[in-house]
């Protein structure tokens, strides 16, 4: 079975940091693309961040390039996404997605479940 898990998420205030994991299990995640994605209230799923199969190139939204970095731990199995001078736009739930392919271009099918950020004083 195949599952991602979240962690990282909580309250920060604008300009902190956070780091989130996105652990999996019956995958192997340097096969595939693992996509960040974000969803605030009221708004639409924003895809953040892409890193593809190795050798991991890695791509951002212009919302948070030169903020946050995406990497992947393949001894771990895991994929980080490094949020750096959070902004109080930046809250919302984060989730990270793979299986789809190696490329960037495409549809993740397997989801994990979502980290909250919050980012306020």
């Known amino acids: 079975q195949v599952q991602l898990v979240e962690s990282g998420g909580g309250l920060v205030q604008p300009g902190g940091s956070l780091r989130l994991s996105c652990a999996a299990s019956?995958?192997?995640?340097?096969?595939?693309?693992t996509k960040w994605f974000r969803q605030a209230p009221g708004k639409e799923r924003e895809e953040v961040s892409c890193?593809?199969?190795?050798?991991?190139?890695?791509y951002y939204a212009d919302s948070v390039k030169g903020r946050f970095t995406i990497s992947r731990d393949n001894a771990k199995n895991t994929v980080y996404l490094q949020m750096n001078s959070l902004k109080p736009e930046d809250t919302a739930i984060y989730y990270c997605?793979?299986?789809?392919?190696?490329?960037?271009?495409?549809?993740?099918?397997?989801w994990g479940q979502g980290t909250q950020v919050t980012v306020s004083s």
């Open positions: 997605a793979t299986k789809g392919g190696p490329d960037c271009s495409s549809n993740p099918s397997t």
């Open positions: 019956g995958i192997t995640l340097d096969y595939y693309a």
């Open positions: 890193i593809r199969s190795n050798p991991g190139r890695t």
